[in-house]
């Protein structure tokens, strides 16, 4: 069994300017270890942002990716 933990204060993730660029799409898919990246997608609703920057995210976008990217 692994512990994942998703950060609290999810805004602190853009203040890195590498972490801005970063495609979400992208970087859920290189991360995908278990398999689940389409079954999370669709859970949480990311269809609409896989192609944007996490720099450009919405803070409940940002929640829902740093959600994302904890299962998967």
Do not use: P, W
């Amino acid at each position: 069994m692994k512990a994942l933990i998703k950060i609290q204060y999810v805004d602190s993730i853009v203040h890195n300017e590498k972490a801005k660029e970063i495609i979400v799409g992208q970087r859920l898919k290189a991360s995908d270890k278990r398999g689940i990246l389409d079954e999370a997608v669709d859970k949480l609703e990311l269809g609409a942002i896989m192609s944007r920057k996490v720099g450009q995210l919405s803070g409940g976008e940002l929640q829902r990716f740093t959600i994302a990217m904890t299962c998967v």
